[in-house]
């Protein structure tokens, strides 16, 4: 399996962007898919996470009302448009698989590399 996240970059405080998520591998639709941040010397946090059909879908508070996750199963992609960006949303945003819809890191089984996102003030 394989996950390539894109869509990073440099934002100022109230703007938006929207990172992507391309999977290969395996049956994408049978899998949940999630969004995860870190930042130096943090844990990785849970930010968002849809099921595996699409017709569920958990935000973590901080995000919950400005992200919204989103997938494809046709392109095998998932979504997080993210709007009304604070510096506090500036890390490394990760997207994971995972076969349960849980916010639970442990149950994601495959990520990707990665992509930075930087709100300036």
């Known amino acids: 399996v394989q996950l390539q996240a894109s869509g990073g970059g440099l934002v100022q405080a109230g703007g938006s962007l929207r990172l992507s998520c391309a999977a290969s591998g395996r049956t994408f639709s049978s899998y949940t898919m999630g969004w995860f941040r870190q930042v130096p010397g943090k844990e990785r946090q849970f930010v968002a996470l849809?099921?595996?059909?699409?017709?569920?879908?958990d935000y973590a508070d901080s995000v919950k009302g400005r992200f919204t996750i989103s997938r494809d199963n046709a392109k095998s992609t998932v979504y997080l448009q993210m709007n009304s960006l604070k510096p506090e949303d500036t890390a490394v945003y990760y997207c994971?698989?995972?076969?349960?819809?849980?916010?639970?890191?442990?149950?994601?089984?495959?990520w990707g590399q990665g992509t930075q996102v930087t709100v300036s003030s």
């Open positions: 849809i099921s595996a059909s699409g017709g569920s879908a």
């Open positions: 994971a698989e995972g076969w349960r819809p849980t916010r639970a890191r442990e149950t994601y089984a495959y």
